[in-house]
């Protein structure tokens, strides 16, 4: 037994598929409340303008995780690691987003709506992701005790 027992690396019961799955919903999610939340015309509407919104933060996403580990790709990361994996992946990825949403849909990104979308975008992606690593790589209070 080693005596850094207060951090622990993850085990192979961390999923990249879990993750991805979290990333993806946690994304989707972000653009269904800001559809909901900026349209008047009902649930028809920001459910057609969500997967607009959502493409240009998950291609940046996607492109940013990978860049910077969001995904582990060995069981032994350490959840400081990944959570700075996570937010870094986030950051980028939020900016390859309003480049794409400027350039590519051609829709105008004002400096509030890149606050909002990267303080939101922290909390509904980031957030999941660290309950799920930190679920997967607790160790329960018995073990601890033996």
């Known amino acids: ?19 991805i799955a979290i990333d993806v919903l946690a994304i989707l999610t972000f653009a269904v409340v800001g559809g909901i939340s900026h349209s008047a015309e009902g649930p028809v509407s920001w459910l057609m303008s969500a997967p607009r919104i959502a493409a240009p933060f998950l291609v940046g996403w996607g492109i940013a995780a990978m860049v910077f580990g969001a995904y582990p790709r060995t069981g032994q990361i350490r959840v400081r690691r990944f959570a700075t994996n996570s937010i870094l992946a986030l950051l980028v990825g939020d900016l390859i987003a309003f480049g794409l949403r400027a350039t590519v849909f051609a829709d105008t990104v004002h400096w509030s709506f890149a606050l909002v979308a990267l303080a939101s975008t922290t909390i509904i992606v980031v957030g999941p992701r660290l309950l799920y690593f ?6 329960p209070l018995r073990d601890a005790q033996a």
């Open 1 to 19: 037994m080693n005596g850094s027992t207060s951090v622990r690396p993850a085990d192979s019961k961390v999923s990249t598929r879990i993750l």
């Open 134 to 139: 930190w679920a997967m790589t607790h160790r």
